[in-house]
């Protein structure tokens, strides 16, 4: 069973930075993307980031020039790094990832975590 779990949420004063981690169970680069999504309250979940197993990389407007995601193939870990965090981008941050299997689409969640942007 695949398994994603988030860490390194948190309460930082706008202008700060966090970074995100998300372990897999196994190896990442059986994921054909794996990324980062965030849902606020009263809102619809929305992409954040995401990556493909060959390394290229999509970002959200919103958060381009200012977050970075990243992945240590070795620990099976992909990383949000995010700088000049703003009230706006206070959310909950899920690690996702797609597979195919068998030509058929898997989507795998973690649990999420807390990301609180404010004074």
């Known amino acids: 069973q695949v398994q994603l779990v988030e860490s390194g949420g948190g309460l930082v004063q706008p202008g700060g930075s966090l970074r995100l981690s998300c372990a897999a169970s196994g190896s990442i680069l059986n994921f054909n993307l794996i990324g980062w999504y965030r849902q606020a309250p009263g809102k619809q979940r929305e992409l954040v980031a995401d990556m493909t197993s060959g390394g290229t990389t999509n970002y959200a407007d919103s958060v381009k020039g200012r977050f970075t995601i990243s992945r240590d193939n070795a620990e099976n870990m992909v990383y949000l790094q995010m700088n000049s965090l703003k009230p706006e981008d206070t959310a909950v941050y899920y690690c996702?990832?797609?597979?195919?299997?068998?030509?058929?689409?898997?989507?795998?969640w973690g649990q999420g975590t807390q990301v609180t942007v404010s004074s």
């Open positions: 996702k990832g797609c597979k195919s299997i068998l030509a058929i689409r898997h989507d795998y």
